[in-house]
């Protein structure tokens, strides 16, 4: 079972920038998937980026791309999320997520861990 910290949410305002980060624990293969989802309330669970730790493949949502970036430090096993050019409808609760395991897309189903999520607001 791996355990998930994240951590730097906060309220910004729209075209600002937040940096979130997710610190990994417990049983950690040397490749397995991790990502970032974010659930608004009224709204279902959204898959908004992935990586593959094993070849550092990376996912986006639509709406996210060119303004979000997944990227990851082995060494200290965290994931962060880069988030630039924020958008109010990106405001949501922001859960990080992992799996072992080839496996890797923005499906919420596919991952058995998640942490227990930070909140991101974006003001107009």
């Known amino acids: 079972q791996i355990q998930l910290v994240e951590s730097g949410g906060g309220s910004v305002q729209a075209g600002g920038s937040l940096r979130l980060s997710c610190a990994a624990s417990g049983y950690i293969r040397s490749t397995y998937c991790m990502g970032w989802f974010r659930q608004a309330p009224g709204k279902e669970r959204e898959g908004v980026a992935t990586?593959?730790?094993?070849?550092?493949?990376?996912i986006y949502a639509d709406s996210v791309k060119g303004r979000f970036t997944i990227s990851q430090d082995n060494a200290k096993s965290t994931l962060y999320l880069q988030m630039n050019s924020l958008k109010t409808e990106d405001t949501a609760m922001y859960y990080c997520?992992?799996?072992?395991?080839?496996?890797?897309?923005?499906?919420?189903?596919?991952?058995?861990?998640w942490g227990q999520g930070t909140q991101v607001t974006v003001s107009s």
């Open positions: 997520a992992a799996r072992t395991g080839s496996r890797c897309g923005l499906t919420s189903t596919l991952f058995p861990s």
């Open positions: 990586v593959y730790t094993g070849t550092g493949s990376t």
